[in-house]
């Protein structure tokens, strides 16, 4: 398997989420990959290059995944293990998968997988999402920018602002323009006390 997040996950320092391989039951099931006796490849590219890939075959609540994976530079080992299913139905019909974590004593009924030794939870990879990294400028200026795709403005907290979206309610439009003003005021002053400046 390879790639990036090989061997990491089970020691050392937290990676997150996004440094790591994932796989994805919502997605595998979309693709149709989970109708038992159904051989695949899944694979992960990074700037249109391919970096990993994995083997699954799927059985009647479970899928096998078949791949080989080395740990700091080591020889590549061949692994394979089952992954258990469990179905749940959905409000409108029909039948949502869940992955059983695999990790050793977890079971965690989960929607995603991520790669390292083996696929297995955020909670036994010990991993965190990326924003619980980030500092208080960077968390205001993401939150702000969703908030500006939300009315349609410019991403960028030095761009200029627009004006109400067609069809959004005054009530609406003015608590988002009021939340949007608190976290670029939060991110300017934390880009103040960063660089010491005075305002």
Not at 29 to 58: C, F, H, Y
Request: charged share 25%; net charge positive; proline share 3%.
């Amino acid at each position: 398997m390879g790639g990036a997040g090989s061997g990491r996950g089970f020691q050392g320092e937290r990676a997150t989420t996004s440094e790591m391989l994932a796989l994805d039951v919502r997605r595998v099931q979309r693709d149709g990959l989970l109708i038992p006796g159904r051989a695949s490849t899944w694979k992960w590219a990074r700037n249109g290059e391919k970096v990993a890939s994995i083997q699954m075959r799927a059985e009647a609540d479970r899928v096998i995944l078949d791949y080989s994976s080395r740990s700091n530079g080591g020889e590549w080992q061949a692994i394979e293990y089952p992954v258990s299913l469990e179905w749940t139905g959905c409000t409108l019909g029909g039948r949502r998968a869940w992955f059983l974590c695999p990790g050793k004593g977890c079971g965690r009924r989960v929607a995603i997988l991520f790669g390292g030794s083996i696929f297995a939870c955020r909670h036994c990879h010990k991993l965190v999402y990326a924003c619980q990294r980030e500092d208080a400028n960077y968390r205001a200026l993401r939150r702000s920018d969703r908030i500006r795709d939300r009315l349609g403005w410019p991403a960028g907290i030095a761009n200029p602002d627009g004006g109400k979206p067609k069809g959004m309610h005054w009530r609406t439009f003015e608590r988002l323009t009021a939340e949007h003003d608190a976290f670029v005021q939060v991110s300017l002053a934390a880009t103040v006390r960063r660089f010491g400046l005075r305002m």
